[in-house]
């Protein structure tokens, strides 16, 4: 599924262990290479030295927020500049305006419930 | 006045005699040259010509000088009077020789004008002064202003300036569209009523509920009613009153209501993605090795789950549509791949009851103006309600063609139990199901409800067409994107957003 001869990385932040575990399976049958972190500061250092392809990040996470980490990884004073894809995935409905800042800086964002795992795959596949 | 007659009958006097004491001279000169020195006729004729015309030319200037006099001292006293002009001083009446009288009496009646006039002026600003004094305009606790005709703030109390977070003397002159930046609910708004009134009512009043104001960044935003009162012929130059009765704490509480909503939502949703998950891994895993009717089981599970996740967006979207929240991004969409994708994530919801949706879509139909989730919730709403009313009945059309309106119209129709005429008016309401139904057919009685404020909101309209027992026939329009890209020229991302009825900008902010 994956064309690049290199696993492609991904960290799933995600403090709920059964959806953390059907996205990993999934994610991992596809031929990607998964790591789960259920702790927000655990997170932002691993994203910071694993340079991850992609990073799922849910927003409601112990110890940091989402927006938190999402706002420390896209902060151009960064360095080295993390080359990691931020798809943000949750379930809490925000204002359109704090949705529309999200978005501004995330790579994506989606509703956990509008998605099968297949589908996260599929949209995986598709973040370049 | 008597000075007046007095004046002319002694203007009379004076051209009398100075008309007749020329005319003696002529006579007097004419005998002199006759008796003393013998000229004929003509030559006497020729110098008396000759002398007249000199005399008629000396008297023209002497009575210009004279008999004007009076007029320049009073034209004088006006210039001495006149704001414009420096310098002039106030005439000597007394100097005058001719006319006295009457000029002393005008002089005085322009003085007398001038300070009527100059009273009046100050009676005028000492009008709005005393609202500046007005002990309870200035103590009033709900913020106040008063405008003149060019909507100028003359007055602001100290509970306005408070408010707004400005000094009072930073608001008084200032035009009120660039302090206040308020939204309104509707396209009611201050601004359009005040456009309204003028020049068609003398007086008038009008309140607004919900009104929203940005103040600067430090503050948060204000929500309010706004009470208004305009009078036209309001001699003490104030034209329009404004008051403002806060409820940032009431309406900011309400909309913690969305807030709760939106953590019930994603209470709801968690156990959701789980459940759709799950049942993903049994499809993928166990499909082939269960039997028929199980792997039937986890079809219909998974439909019920998409119902599920249908319904609590129409939750969500309902509450956001009833505070105003909703906001859509109309982008040029293909409308036969929007409809197509909205069809094909039905179809499950369809086949585990056994339904055949049957789908035809005319060709080469203008691009539409969408924002594609939304519609496609008002097509999912459509078909769902399709499938619940279908009764007896295995086939659904859904149908798509150009309107005689240029619209791009759309008809879901099936050939189930059909809607009462009676209950048509009602469809369209909240939480609204048909009556004989009710008991045998779940649903929330949301979905109508909500696709017709979304469809309204894409500028659209839902429509029904239902005969009982027979079937219903569902339709809506969408516009094409052509009519709204003039809304979109004025948009650099190519992207028009409307809400539902929701906030429109006061825009006399812009039209300075």
Redesign the interface.
Known sequence: MVEDNKQRTVLCVED?H??SE?YS?ALTKAGYKVDVISDGKEALASAKTNNFDIILLDL?IPNLTGIDILRALKDPGLQPPLKSKIIIIT??????DVKADIEKKADGYL????????ELVDYVNNVK | MDYLSDFLSQTRLRLFAAILMSNIALIALGLILHAFLSLNVATIAAVLVGVGIILSFLFALLITDYLSAPMRTVWQAIMYLAPDTTGIAAPDVKKLKYGNSLVTSMVNQVYQLASVSSTAKTEESKKIGDISRNFIAQNLPLPFFVLDPTETIKFANQAAANYLGIQVSDLIGKNVYMVLDMSFPSEDTFDNWLKKVKGNSATASNTWERVKLDVRDTHPTRMFDLASYYNQSNPDGIETLLVIFDHTKLYSQEDQAVSFMALSVHELRSPLTLLRGYIEVFEDELGQQVDESLRDFIEKMNAQADLLMAYINNILNVTRVDDDQLELKLTESDWAMVLQSAIDSMKLRAKVRGITLNLKIEDNLPKVGVDRLSIQEVVGNLVDNAIKYSGESREINIESHLAKDGTVETTVQDFGVGIPSTAVPNLFTKFYRDHHNRSQIGGTGLGLYLSKALVKAHGGNLWVRSIEGQGSTFGFSVLPYSQLSAEAKTNENREITRSAHGWIKNHSLYRR
């Open positions: 709920e059964f959806i059907l399976r409601m379930n809490l409905e925000q204002s359109d509703i956990k419930a509008e998605l099968t795992p297949s």
